[in-house]
Structure formats: structure tokens, C-alpha cells
């Protein structure tokens, strides 16, 4: 899906020395405190608890429950160490045998692997309490900084207006939509509604994505096309203030927490503008600053990057060769039969007058 390789993959099971470190570092500083091998964190002790839910403490406190086989203090604590029963998996620790709670985790590998305060932390909304609640009171009492500078929040997906869920078995893998759709399509749906809000998915809204990429392929490699054939002169300064002021509505939708719907919307509109001066014959300057601009901020979004397939255009451009030589000879088997294999190749081709042109499906 032209998602970047993370630098690192980090498991909780090869940072459980980080991670009883800032649990030691916890108890010392009177954060938390250990009973019967359980370690539990007192958020009656951080004044800040609560400040990223907007929930206060003692609304939390009322929702919370306590088991009676629980050793804990107050309803609202949360282990950080929880001692291991009888034929549990654990690891050695000041308090005995046993494994970390959950939250702790993300505390010790965002310390280990990019430090303190973090710019930008990232999760579901489902995680915002207690998960992410936790991990900034525990990394912020410990460290005595700030935890994260940024917090984006994505918003659930639902499967014909209803909430995706393994229960229901509306339940399906990229790789499932992939395989009918391709990858570039999901990761245009994923982006075409801001991150925050919900977003729907279903056969028609897919096939709309599919169809808007089509668009932005076609007119890109209309561009090639066309500045191939182009002549000379200046730049035309009418389409130059145009495309400025796409790039700024662009990236004025990005500062405005990475808006990417209506970045895209910046995309479409620019797609308009190059359309248009395709069609009026523009010359190469005109042509190569519309290439660049299209170029930067489909880049930003990560689309359009299957044109950089090299020996894909190779193999294509070969066979439309070889097809053209076929009719040539009027071999008209040979030329439908590379027809057919081109087509197969998910290629549509195009005859035009200054020869063929081709597009992905
Ligand atoms: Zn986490």
C-alpha cells in the first residue's frame, strides 16, 4: 500500500528491563506500589490524570469496578506487574515471577527507542482511555517530561454503515479487498475522509476509489504523453498563479490536521486545471510545471505510485512493438492474441492519431 518501512519493530518481550526499570523508577518516586507480587500505579497521585479523555477522576472512579479477589487499593489503580499463576509464562522480576500489564509496554518501548517526549502518538480512538491515558501517566511521572506533543486518533471503520467487527462477521482483511480492487484503492479510501471521523466502506464506495485513481493516471500519463509532442516557449503565467494556488489549497487542508480529504480535492482541482491546458496544446514549460506539481503533491499522499514501474512500461511498450508489427504484416491472430495479453496485463490501450497510448484499468 506504499506504506513506509517502520526503522524499528519493537517487542514487549525483549524490553522487560525497561520496562521493570520504570516500574522500579515508579515505586521510588511514590507512584506506584507492589503487593504480593503485583505492582500497581496510583493515578490519584498524578494531579494530570484524565487530561487527555477530558474526563476528571472522580467521574472515572464511579464507572470503575473492583473484583473482590483483586489486592488492589483504589478501584481506579491499574497494574503495571501482574504476579504469574500456576503454569503462566513470566519473567524474573524484584516482585517474583510474573508479566507486565499491558499499558506499561508502550511506556518502555517509546523511552527505549525514541526517548522521552514523542512528537506525534498515533492509536483508535478505542484506546484513548485507559490505554492512552495510562501510558501518559506512567511515562510522564517517571520521566518527569511530557509524553507526546500530538495526538491523531482515527476514527472507526464501518462496513455498510455498520461498526466492522469480528463478532458480526462484517469482518475483512486488505488483502481480501486488495486481491478484487488492488492496493492503491484501499489506501485511497483510508485517505479520503479526514482521519477523526468514521469512514464507510462498501463494493460502491470502493469502485468510486478505484475509478477517481483511474482519473489521476489517466491525466498523468495524458501529461507525459502531451509533453512528449510539445513545443517550445514560455511558461504561461495564467496556469502558473493557477497551480500556486492549488498547492497552497493543498497545503493549507494538510496544517489543518492533515485534512487529506480536501487535499485531495486540491489534487482533483489541479487535475482540472492540467486537463484543460492538455487540451488547449500547452508548450513544455507549461507542461513540465504541471507535471512537477501534480508529481509533489500526489507524493505527499502516496498515490499514483504504480507509474514508476519501469519494466512494467518496458514489457507494455515491447508489446504494443510487437502488435504493431503484426498488423503491419497483417498477421491479425498474432495481433489479437498480443491484444488479449496486454489486456489481461490489466492495460488498456488507445489508438490515437499520433499512435498508441496506453493507461492502466
Ligand atoms: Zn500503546
Not at 113 to 125: E, K, N, R
Not at 164 to 179: C, H, I, Q, Y
Request: proline share 3%.
Amino acid at each position: 500500500m506504499n506504506v513506509r518501512e517502520a526503522t524499528v519493530h519493537p517487542k514487549a518481550t525483549e524490553n522487560i528491563d525497561e520496562i521493570i526499570n520504570i516500574i522500579s523508577t515508579l515505586i521510588e518516586k511514590g507512584y506506584a506500589y507492589a503487593v504480593d507480587g503485583d505492582v500497581y500505579f496510583s493515578p490519584k497521585k498524578f494531579d494530570e490524570y484524565g487530561k487527555l479523555s477530558h474526563q476528571p477522576l472522580e467521574e472515572l472512579e464511579a464507572g470503575a469496578r473492583i473484583n473482590v479477589e483483586e489486592i488492589k487499593h483504589e478501584p481506579m489503580d491499574f497494574a503495571l506487574w501482574k504476579g504469574a499463576k500456576p503454569g503462566e509464562p513470566y519473567w524474573e522480576s524484584p516482585w517474583g515471577h510474573g508479566r507486565p500489564g499491558w499499558h506499561i509496554e508502550c511506556s518502555a518501548m517509546v523511552r527505549r527507542y525514541l526517548g522521552t517526549t514523542i512528537d506525534i502518538h498515533c492509536g483508535g480512538q478505542d484506546l484513548i482511555f485507559p490505554h492512552h491515558e495510562n501510558e501518559i501517566a506512567q511515562s510522564e511521572c517517571c520521566n518527569g517530561a511530557s509524553f507526546a506533543n500530538y495526538w491523531m486518533h482515527n476514527g472507526y471503520i464501518n462496513v455498510d454503515n455498520v461498526k466492522m467487527s469480528k463478532s458480526l462477521g462484517n469482518f475483512f482483511t486488505v488483502r481480501d479487498v486488495a486481491e478484487k480492487y488492488g492496493y492503491e484503492p484501499v489506501r485511497y479510501f483510508l485517505i479520503s475522509s479526514h482521519y477523526r471521523s468514521p469512514i464507510n466502506y462498501n463494493t460502491e464506495i470502493i469502485e468510486q476509489c478505484k475509478a477517481s485513481l483511474e482519473r489521476l493516471y489517466t491525466c498523468r500519463n495524458n501529461l507525459d504523453f502531451a509533453l512528449e509532442n510539445a513545443a517550445d516557449g514560455e511558461l504561461d503565467n495564467e496556469f502558473n498563479d493557477k497551480v500556486h494556488g492549488r498547492i497552497q489549497q493543498f497545503i493549507t487542508a494538510m496544517d489543518d490536521d492533515m485534512n487529506t480529504a480536501d487535499a485531495i480535492a486540491a489534487v482533483f482541482e489541479l487535475v482540472r486545471d492540467i486537463n484543460t491546458v492538455i487540451a488547449a496544446g500547452a508548450n513544455k514549460a507549461t507542461l513540465e510545471l504541471a507535471a512537477k506539481a501534480f508529481d509533489e503533491l500526489t507524493d505527499v499522499l502516496g498515490l499514483v505510485y504504480n507509474r514508476n514501474k519501469a519494466s512494467l512500461d518496458d514489457e507494455v511498450e515491447e508489446l504494443i512493438a510487437q502488435r504493431a508489427q503484426a498488423r503491419k504484416d497483417k498477421n491479425w491472430a498474432l495481433a489479437d492474441e498480443i491484444r488479449d495479453k496486454i489486456k489481461a496485463m490489466g492495460i488498456v490501450l488507445e489508438d490515437t492519431p499520433q499512435g498508441v497510448k496506453w493507461h492502466k484499468a
